[in-house]
């Protein structure tokens, strides 16, 4: 882990890990563990949905993380990539990477040659498997976009959260519904449209509550996600974080408020029964029903 103590710059970086670091999963950890006290992340960034945004992976990595736009590197050869690094990291000594690294125009070079071009050391770290299943963001992707929160949440090794701005919604629900926070997303890659069960984060206070996302069918058909603060009534949040534990069911048409009202009732109750405790992972190891 870094020294908090002491600010860590480009200047005085001894280690970089380098990746996309998307999700910063147990996969990406194994190559954190390797860095050390003075050690810094490069992240090779494509600016699409994530599943940790930008500048949001150094507060899951807790190591300071240098961007790196992929379109204005993907030109460059195996040999200029790494004169950029030691340029830009004057006393670099260690680069740690993962097994399938490759870098440089076309991909074309891989670990191997990073051992031949990169005069300091370079250490690879072999493919983490946990639970019979490679630990990989094209994964996680797949489990997220298809709803399958309980397998991301394993390979991520953390509950998977968006966070958004409170934005104005129709103004329906607090009337004739329940009161929801109508968040902006931007940059999250975001599940199946459905409704979740979560945990919503409000400053320092986490909330059991349950989660839309998707098109309002039943009014006025638009995109939204809105999360529903269970026996709360919060009225004064203006950034909150959704922490995703189970998807209850898909997104359906209701032919009127009082049908909707009725299978958001018993959606509540359903969610209910997940969002008292959690599922902690700690060095590798799954901690059950610890309180949220």
């Not at 009725?262 to 700690?282: H, M, N, P, W």
Request: net charge positive; glycine share 10%.
């Amino acid at each position: 882990m870094p020294n908090f103590s002491t600010l860590l710059t480009k200047d005085n970086i001894t280690a970089v890990a380098i990746g996309h670091f998307d999700g910063v999963h147990r996969g990406h950890r194994e190559l954190l563990n390797r860095l050390g006290e003075f050690g810094g992340l490069v992240v090779i960034d494509k600016n699409k949905a994530n599943i940790t945004p930008r500048l949001k992976r150094a507060e899951y990595s807790r190591y300071p993380c240098f961007l790196y736009d992929f379109n204005e590197i993907k030109g460059l050869s195996g040999d200029e990539f790494v004169a950029l690094l030691k340029r830009d990291f004057k006393n670099l000594k260690k680069i740690v990477v993962g097994f399938d690294f490759r870098f440089g125009r076309n991909r074309a070079w891989d670990k191997y040659d990073l051992r031949r071009i990169f005069d300091g050391e370079v250490d690879i770290v072999e493919e983490v498997c946990f639970e019979g299943m490679g630990v990989h963001s094209s994964a996680i992707r797949e489990f997220i976009k298809q709803g399958q929160i309980y397998e991301a949440n394993l390979l991520i090794g953390r509950e998977y959260s968006i966070e958004g701005d409170v934005i104005k919604g129709q103004g329906i629900g607090e009337k004739e519904l329940v009161p929801t926070l109508n968040l902006d997303v931007k940059n999250y890659l975001l599940p199946i449209e459905g409704v979740y069960a979560t945990r919503t984060r409000i400053g320092y206070k986490t909330y059991g509550s349950v989660t839309f996302i998707g098109n309002r069918l039943s009014t006025d058909g638009k995109f939204s996600v809105e999360t529903h603060v269970i026996n709360e009534n919060i009225s004064n949040a203006s950034h909150v974080a959704v922490c995703f534990i189970k998807r209850l069911r898909g997104n359906m048409k209701f032919r009127n408020l009082s049908e909707l009202k009725e299978q958001i009732r018993l959606d509540i109750k359903q969610a209910s029964q997940f969002v008292g405790t959690c599922d902690l992972y700690i060095d590798g190891k799954m901690i059950v029903g610890s309180r949220a």
